[in-house]
């Protein structure tokens, strides 16, 4: 039995162990309403294998998901043309969606060629306006991929201009790999949902599932190791952030 109230837990979790409520969702509840979250990627599979354990806690406990994703993956499948791969890189990011209990959504540009500029500023900080979340999951900016950088900047833009009215945190991808020197502050317990983590991930057939979620079945173990459960996915929350969430 947790004898705990939410707010020592969020306290003993920033420090030591893991939570088995996402970051954000208690203090909110603790309000009286549901969190609106939105999980911003470069790529259709990266909301998924960065936050897929996270994105089914907060749907399971009644939380609204948007995955945003800024391309459709046009680059991503040898042999295809980019149209090609958009429509089945799309139609995967659904279905992975659809197992999350999210909705999808695409920022518009393409895979491969990402840009960071005043127009693509202006894309993301309206698509923030339209959909008006609590809390927004985008990649850490250190890492070896483009349009990861380049997501994690456009959301970081929107986060400042639009006065951080919304919860920014971090997440990885592939570390080591892709997502470089993340030291995760928060550790969300994801022992009970990591069967339907796989399940969307493995829903990106085009992308090899057994390669890229392979390297996430160690990160979950390790960072359970850190965060003292079994699985675990990890997150740096930006400490600017208004909220006295911390
Ligand atoms: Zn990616």
Same mark, same amino acid.
């Given at each position: 039995?947790?004898?705990?109230?939410?707010?020592?837990?969020?306290?003993?979790?920033?420090?030591?162990?893991?939570?088995?409520?996402?970051?954000?969702?208690?203090?909110?509840?603790?309000?009286?309403?549901? !969190?609106?979250?939105?999980?911003?990627?470069?790529?259709?599979?990266?909301?998924?294998?960065?936050?897929?354990?996270?994105?089914?806690?907060?749907?399971?406990?009644? #939380?609204?998901?948007?995955?945003?994703?800024?391309? =459709?993956? &046009?680059?991503?499948?040898?042999?295809?043309? #980019?149209?090609? !791969?958009?429509?089945?890189?799309?139609?995967?990011?659904? !279905?992975?969606?659809?197992?999350?209990?999210?909705?999808? =959504? /695409?920022?518009?540009?393409?895979?491969?060629?990402?840009?960071?500029?005043?127009?693509?500023?202006?894309?993301?900080?309206?698509?923030?306006?339209? &959909?008006?979340?609590?809390?927004?999951?985008?990649?850490?900016?250190?890492?070896?991929? =483009?349009?990861?950088?380049?997501?994690?900047?456009?959301?970081?833009?929107?986060?400042?201009?639009?006065?951080?009215? /919304? &919860?920014?945190?971090? /997440?990885?991808?592939?570390?080591?790999?892709?997502?470089?020197?993340?030291?995760?502050?928060?550790?969300?317990?994801?022992?009970?949902?990591?069967?339907?983590?796989?399940?969307?991930?493995?829903?990106?057939?085009?992308?090899?599932?057994?390669?890229?979620?392979?390297?996430?079945?160690?990160?979950?173990?390790?960072?359970?190791?850190?965060?003292?459960? =079994?699985?675990?996915?990890? /997150?740096?929350?930006?400490?600017?952030?208004?909220?006295?969430?911390?």
């Amino acid at each position: 039995m947790n004898t705990l109230s939410r707010r020592e837990a969020l306290h003993i979790g920033a420090t030591a162990a893991a939570l088995a409520l996402p970051l954000g969702a208690a203090a909110i509840e603790d309000g009286g309403k549901k !969190a609106k979250v939105l999980v911003a990627g470069g790529h259709p599979d990266d909301p998924e294998s960065g936050c897929g354990g996270l994105i089914a806690l907060y749907t399971a406990s009644g #939380h609204e998901v948007v995955n945003l994703y800024l391309t =459709r993956g &046009e680059a991503g499948i040898p042999g295809k043309t #980019h149209a090609e !791969a958009a429509a089945i890189r799309t139609a995967e990011a659904e !279905a992975a969606c659809r197992v999350l209990g999210a909705r999808a =959504r /695409f920022a518009g540009q393409v895979d491969g060629a990402t840009e960071v500029n005043a127009a693509q500023y202006d894309v993301v900080r309206e698509i923030m306006g339209e &959909e008006s979340p609590d809390i927004v999951y985008t990649h850490w900016p250190i890492d070896t991929h =483009r349009d990861h950088r380049a997501m994690s900047y456009l959301i970081y833009d929107a986060w400042l201009k639009k006065g951080r009215e /919304f &919860e920014l945190f971090y /997440f990885e991808v592939e570390s080591g790999v892709q997502t470089q020197h993340f030291s995760p502050a928060h550790y969300i317990d994801i022992s009970t949902v990591e069967a339907k983590k796989r399940e969307a991930c493995y829903l990106h057939e085009s992308q090899r599932p057994d390669g890229f979620y392979g390297l996430h079945s160690e990160m979950h173990a390790f960072r359970g190791r850190e965060g003292g459960c =079994r699985l675990a996915e990890g /997150f740096i929350r930006h400490k600017l952030n208004r909220s006295a969430l911390s």
